[in-house]
């Protein structure tokens, strides 16, 4: 891609191209180059199945199985509660809107423009929603209303925009926000409001599932 430029690549990003175990390309002090390394999502590479979101999505350029757990890879939701301990990120979007990953569930988990992020996290420590995916296991996220791994894996399977059967533990979690956690989150956040002695007013709508 970057050849006719007359650019060499000296680098890949992490991931599992068998080009990641060889020998990695120094260019020497004096080389003038130029030079790129293409660190994002490629064929075979870091996050190569692609998310299902986005154009990826809407294009039907996933590649993702349902044996591909986001939720428990470097930038998916595990540990997102260890606040303080290494191996603990969240997602924050520009408007402050704070995710448990870089895939973004359906609605998000508070909003820094009105609350500090350890109160947000806080507040989700204990319930077993999202200590399911702060355990890397999005199967689990439903058990405590009946929603079993069975129920959660066939919310799991859909028909992507494109046409092609899909399946993915991303869509069962989108799947999970919609009936049970949007209005929980409204719920959760209500609480965290009203113990600083803000009231939410009605219809406000800050996590409606988008």
């Known amino acids: 891609m970057m050849a006719r430029f007359g650019a060499r690549e000296i680098g890949l990003g992490i991931a599992r191209d068998p080009r990641l175990d060889a020998p990695r390309t120094v260019p020497a002090d004096d080389d003038p180059g130029p030079f790129f390394l293409f660190f994002g999502a490629q064929p075979g590479l870091w996050i190569g199945e692609l998310w299902p979101r986005g154009r990826a999505w809407r294009n039907g350029l996933s590649e993702a199985g349902y044996d591909t757990n986001f939720c428990a890879r470097w930038s998916g939701g ?24 870089c895939l973004k569930t359906r609605a998000p988990l508070g909003n820094l423009t009105e609350e500090r992020l350890e109160d947000i996290l806080a507040s989700l420590r204990g319930h077993p929603a999202f200590e399911a995916i702060n355990a890397g296991d999005p199967e689990a996220m439903g058990l405590h209303v009946g929603w079993s791994r069975e129920d959660y894996r066939s919310a799991s399977h859909v028909t992507d925009p494109s046409g092609r059967p899909f399946a993915n533990p991303c869509i069962g979690c989108d799947a999970f926000f919609d009936r049970h956690l949007g209005q929980e989150l409204r719920r959760l956040r209500a609480v965290r409001l009203a113990a600083r002695g803000v009231t939410v007013e009605a219809g406000d709508r800050q996590h409606a599932i988008r």
């Not at 997102?80 to 990953?101: H, K, M, N, T, W």
């Open 78 to 101: 595990k540990n997102f509660l260890e606040i303080g301990r290494q191996g603990s990120e969240v997602a924050i979007e520009p408007d402050g809107s704070v995710y448990p990953c």
